[in-house]
Nanobody
Framework: QVQLVESGGGLVQPGGSLRLSCVAS????????MGWYRQAPGKQRELVAT???????IYADSLKGRFTISRDNAKNTVYLQMNSLKFEDTAVYYC?????????WGQGIQVTVSS
């Protein structure tokens, strides 16, 4: 069983930055694709970004250039650096571990962009 614990969310003004972290339990961490998804109020859950064990990344087209995903296998941790945040980035962000699709999900962490 893999457990994921997210941190780093909160309230930020438009144009600001936040860095989300997710620590995974279990020694299988290094074998899996790590990712972030988000769900805004009234909307479906959507992919934000994923990163493979080798560091290859995939981003939602709308977020390229503002968000950066990275991982530290030694720390069992994946990060999401979010810059130039917009009102529409307000959502619950979920850390995931999986293969082609997520298998395990974190509990989610709130990110609110508001002035």
């Amino acid at each position: 069983q893999v457990q994921l614990v997210e941190s780093g969310g909160g309230l930020v003004q438009p144009g600001g930055s936040l860095r989300l972290s997710c620590v995974a339990s279990g020694s299988i961490f290094s074998l899996y694709v790590m990712g972030w998804y988000r769900q805004a109020p009234g909307k479906q859950r959507e992919l934000v970004a994923t990163v493979t064990t080798g560091g290859n990344t995939i981003y939602a087209d709308s977020l390229k250039g503002r968000f950066t995903i990275s991982r530290d296998n030694a720390k069992n941790t994946v990060y999401l650096q979010m810059n130039s945040l917009k009102f529409e980035d307000t959502a619950v962000y979920y850390c995931t571990v999986g293969l082609a699709t997520p298998i395990y999900w974190g509990q989610g962490i709130q990110v609110t962009v508001s002035s």
